[in-house]
């Protein structure tokens, strides 16, 4: 039987916050973030002490940071999986104290699947979190609750464990736990996230969707999703067309009989819509959202790192006026920063529900939040309320400021994303951006890019799928080697001793960047948790080249 907490511990105190209370609270915790990340390590280690981890690491005598550290050694997933494998049957007091409320299923970026166990306690964090986010969101733009939105999420619970626990995807389990104002206003319905067919599943949101002239908000991780989501209804159109008008789903969709049913029930013949949309197309030639939903104010997803450089592909679909806004740095483990202001990536760090540590990226001990500094880049760690110990996150964060005292933080991209050819360390954020900035610079319109470290040839080639004219070219290349020599010194330093070759380029079919996304699903991980990286060791699906002979080098 599990040992009670305090009588009334630091996270006790959050939940007798009223959301009324909130801007108070932000504005404490990060002027204290000192004060507030020792209260969040001690309540965790205490509410904890009697587990199977808390008693293996003395955690009923830890008073202190230092005490923490000194016990507790930076852990992986190979440390903490055995244990999170044990709860799988339904054994508690493990790794946190209490039952297990649900699993998180997650491939991470990197590794094999895995199931990350959540803690009654964690999972009210996680939804504070999110709720703080929402209602930041509002503050940017209070238009947005008077329409629809679109939310881009898994299914919330899909299966269970051999204990009968369920097990889900966080973005599906944010979704269900929104608040019941927020989730009357999706635009299609929750049983569309039964879907487990990807073409299926955006065909049928975007068939409900765009039965209405009323979504202001587009919501998902990344924009790349959310410019295939739009693709899908332009490539449909004449389907999506002929359901509106019938009031019916197209006999080619892979649903189950039951949950055709279902839907069909929701839906009425609509010909006045379906003339509305077959002006619009007639118009423009192609189905476009600033046509069919002119009242769409916003668009959240993922500003910042790797991930940010698809908004660029997304932002010509779109009316001039929508704000875009950072739908917060999160993963399966936790959700870390809060966005408050729209355009920017970085937002201060979530003190108040984990304990937070940062590892320099050119080596040294990890700083606590206090202590980390403007501009630089650092490994995340952290320690949760649902049995994460010093955990390495394997992702690197970039400090933007400051709220108060608190850092303002921005994910950049995974500490793996990284070639090292001859001592340079190029990691995928510094590469996307430099390869963002000649593109655009070229008036290059993409769908997608990577980066191959070719150790070969001792030179990197950049790979690019363009969207139209102007085609890239060898100047590309040279463009690039050049930004990335003013803008890192070892870059420079090798490229001048000839230890790294100059660059190349290497165009790629139309389709490439929708097969990868295809080829990553096949592996075993859902839409929203794929992340592609930006660096690769070689050119990825090479069969998608133009031709045998399409790279080409500076001379």
Request: aromatic share 8%; charged share 20%.
């Amino acid at each position: 039987m599990s040992t009670p907490p305090p009588s009334h511990s630091f996270i006790d105190g959050l939940r007798d916050q009223s959301q009324t209370a909130w801007p108070a609270l932000l504005g404490d915790v990060c002027n204290r973030p000192q004060e507030t990340q020792q209260s969040v390590l001690l309540d965790i280690v205490r509410r904890n002490a009697h587990t199977e981890y808390g008693r293996r690491h003395d955690f009923g005598t830890i008073n202190s940071i230092e005490d923490y550290r000194h016990r507790v050694a930076i852990s992986h997933w190979d440390t903490i999986g055995p244990l999170a494998q044990r709860m799988e049957t339904g054994e508690e007091d493990i790794l946190f104290a209490g039952p297990t409320v649900h699993f998180i299923a997650t491939s991470g970026s990197t590794g094999a699947p895995k199931l990350l166990p959540e803690s009654a306690d964690g999972q009210f964090i996680k939804s504070m979190v999110s709720r703080m986010r929402m209602a930041l969101l509002l503050r940017m733009d209070p238009s947005v609750i008077e329409g629809t939105f679109v939310p881009l999420a898994n299914i919330g619970s899909f299966s269970q464990t051999s204990g009968n626990i369920p097990i889900g995807y966080a973005s599906g389990l944010t979704l269900v736990d929104a608040p019941p104002e927020i989730l009357r206003r999706m635009a299609f319905p929750p049983a569309i996230m039964k879907v487990t067919d990807r073409d299926t599943l955006d065909y049928l949101i975007m068939r409900f969707a765009m039965a209405s002239a009323g979504v202001r908000l587009l919501a998902g991780n990344n924009a790349g999703r959310i410019t295939t989501l739009l693709e899908t209804a332009d490539h449909q159109r004449d389907a999506l067309l002929d359901d509106i008008e019938g009031g019916t789903l197209c006999p080619g969709l892979k649903l189950d009989a039951s949950l055709r049913h279902e839907l069909e029930q929701l839906l009425a013949p609509d010909p006045q819509r379906a003339g509305e949309l077959r002006l619009l197309l007639a118009e423009r030639g192609r189905l476009e959202p600033r046509d069919y939903w002119p009242q769409l104010s916003m668009v959240a997803c993922w500003l910042g790192g790797t991930i940010g450089r698809y908004l660029e592909v997304l932002k010509p679909w779109l009316p001039a006026h929508v704000i875009y806004a950072d739908l917060g740095y999160g993963a399966s483990e936790g959700k870390f920063n809060l966005n408050m202001e729209s355009g920017v990536a970085a937002g201060p760090l979530a003190s108040f529900g984990y304990f937070f540590e940062f590892m320099p990226a050119d080596s040294g001990a990890p700083l606590l939040a206090h202590e980390v500094r403007h501009g630089e880049i650092y490994e995340l760690i952290v320690t949760s309320y649902s049995g994460l110990y010093r955990y390495a996150m394997h992702d690197l964060v970039r400090v933007d400021g400051f709220t108060g005292r608190t850092p303002n933080i921005e994910f950049v991209g995974k500490s793996q994303d990284v070639a090292n050819l001859s001592g340079e360390k190029v990691n995928g954020a510094m590469a996307a951006e430099a390869i963002r900035d000649v593109l655009a610079a070229r008036r290059v319109r993409w769908n997608h890019f990577c980066l191959v470290a070719d150790a070969a040839s001792q030179r990197y080639v950049l790979c690019i799928e363009s969207d139209g004219l102007p085609i890239p070219d060898l100047d590309c290349a040279k463009q690039f080697d050049q930004l990335m020599k003013e803008r890192h010194p070892l870059y420079m330093m090798f490229r001048s001793q000839r230890l790294l070759q100059e660059p190349g380029l290497t165009r790629m079919k139309p389709g490439w960047h929708n097969c990868l996304y295809t080829a990553a699903t096949q592996a075993g991980r859902n839409v929203a948790q794929v992340k592609l990286p930006v660096v690769y060791s070689e050119i990825p699906l090479r069969d998608w080249v133009m031709t045998d002979d399409d790279t080409v080098y500076a001379s």
